[in-house]
């Protein structure tokens, strides 16, 4: 056995050789004001350029107070593959939604590799832009996601919260092995586009213990997202967890090896929903796993619809070329806001192939509630309530 005192000065040198090598760039030392009117986005920035050039493993520190800061891009690679944000204040959007123009991102990683983001707040200042989508008015903006992340790797959100988005809150593309923990997302429930997490193009994406409250989907899956997990999630108000839309694009990546367990949605319109436009496509649904959810009062508590086409544009009378196979529902118990509690409107040309309902218990107003399937096969185990309708 190692001799204590040893053990001892061991883990002092450790932690003094980890401390000699970090580095750390408060953005107060770049001239950032936290009295949300001066704007630091320069402050920002140049703390970034400093902690991406370091050989070292970097911190930036964004302390308590409110900082203004207008769209920026955080661009890889770096020197070292470790940089920390941690974020104690808020950094806010400009109320002008037209102070950032026609940009689509307001705070954009790209091509980095190692970065995290611990705690602190992002508010987009989204509400006005709202207001004047829902006028009905042209000159509006299409609005930016919130926190963009794009072809980077290694990266690691946890404790963020974000207020407001003008579009998306939190963008997921063309990464590999990024986790999200502990995130808090929070807008109005009649909020346009404005989905708390998208996920697309990327391999290895975690959700963990996350609460969404949004206008739009809770979790949104793209083309291209594959080994996906997303774990003790409440969702709502929203549109619930959804697998789409997909086939939008003729030549599209699949959907394939994703995992949602553990889940909880209340008052959504959606609960695990599976959507794909009604025309031809290569792309594809398969290998998922719905574990554990529990619904309150959900519109539409399973759904497969494969027949989206807002506005009737560009899909009258064709059919999804999606193919959906490998789908399992294991355990999803609650109420249906609606008498129709389970719906698989699948492809004639493509029917849902592999679907399997394990012990599903939904109700409607204390009484059964009904299934509805076209074109969906697949077989059952245990309880099922409402009773399946797959051939």
């Known amino acids: 056995m190692a001799n204590p005192t040893t053990i001892f000065f061991l883990t002092l040198f450790l932690v003094y050789f980890h401390k000699s090598l970090a580095v750390s760039y408060n953005i107060l030392n770049f001239g950032a004001?936290?009295?949300?009117?001066?704007?630091?986005?320069?402050?920002?920035?140049?703390?970034?350029?400093?902690?991406?050039?370091?050989?070292k493993p970097s911190t930036i520190y964004v302390p308590q107070g409110r900082f203004l800061l207008n769209n920026i891009h955080f661009k890889g690679p770096c020197k070292n593959k470790a940089i920390t944000f941690r974020i104690d204040g808020t950094l806010v959007a400009p109320a002008d939604y037209n102070a950032m123009g026609k940009t689509r991102n307001w705070i954009l990683f790209e091509g980095a590799d190692g970065v995290s983001i611990h705690g602190g707040t992002l508010d987009a200042n989204g509400a006005a832009l709202w207001a004047c989508k829902k006028s009905g008015s042209n000159s509006c903006p299409s609005g930016a996601t919130t926190l963009g992340i794009s072809n980077s790797k290694n990266v690691a959100i946890s404790g963020l919260r974000s207020l407001n988005s003008q579009m998306f809150h939190i963008v997921i593309n063309g990464c590999q092995n990024v986790k999200l923990q502990g995130v808090e997302?929070?807008?109005?429930?009649?909020?346009?586009?404005?989905?708390?997490?998208?996920?697309q193009l990327s391999l290895g994406v975690t959700i963990l213990n996350s609460k969404i409250s949004?206008?739009?989907?809770?979790?949104?899956i793209g083309p291209g997202?594959?080994?996906?997990?997303?774990?003790?999630?409440v969702c709502g108000p929203g549109h619930g967890i959804s697998i789409g839309s997909l086939g939008k694009d003729f030549e599209e990546a699949g959907v394939q090896n994703v995992t949602v367990k553990t889940v909880?949605?209340?008052?959504?319109?959606?609960?695990?929903?599976?959507?794909?436009?009604?025309?031809?496509?290569?792309?594809f649904v398969?290998?998922?796993?719905?574990?554990?959810?529990?619904?309150?009062?959900?519109?539409?508590?399973?759904?497969?619809d494969q027949n989206y086409c807002p506005n009737n544009k560009n899909c009258p009378g064709q059919v999804s070329g999606v193919r959906i196979s490998d789908v399992t529902y294991q355990d999803i118990q609650?109420?249906?806001?609606?008498?129709?509690?389970?719906?698989?409107d699948c492809s004639k040309m493509n029917p849902c192939q592999g679907i399997r309902l394990e012990n599903v218990n939904l109700s409607y107003k204390n009484r059964p509630s009904q299934s509805s399937c076209s074109n969906a096969a697949g077989t059952t185990a245990g309880l099922i309530e409402p009773s399946s309708c797959l051939y």
Do not use: Y
Request: hydrophobic letters at 35%; aromatic letters at 6%.
């Open 33 to 55: 004001n936290p009295d949300g009117t001066t704007d630091s986005t320069n402050s920002l920035s140049k703390a970034w350029s400093s902690a991406c050039a370091s050989t």
């Open 185 to 199: 997302v929070l807008a109005s429930g009649n909020s346009p586009n404005t989905d708390g997490i998208h996920v």
């Open 214 to 220: 949004t206008g739009d989907d809770c979790v949104s």
């Open 225 to 233: 997202a594959t080994n996906l997990w997303i774990e003790n999630v």
């Open 264 to 283: 909880r949605f209340k008052n959504t319109q959606n609960g695990l929903r599976i959507k794909t436009w009604g025309r031809p496509s290569k792309g």
């Open 286 to 304: 398969r290998g998922v796993l719905f574990h554990h959810a529990i619904m309150t009062n959900v519109e539409n508590p399973i759904v497969i």
């Open 334 to 344: 609650g109420t249906s806001a609606t008498q129709v509690a389970v719906k698989f």
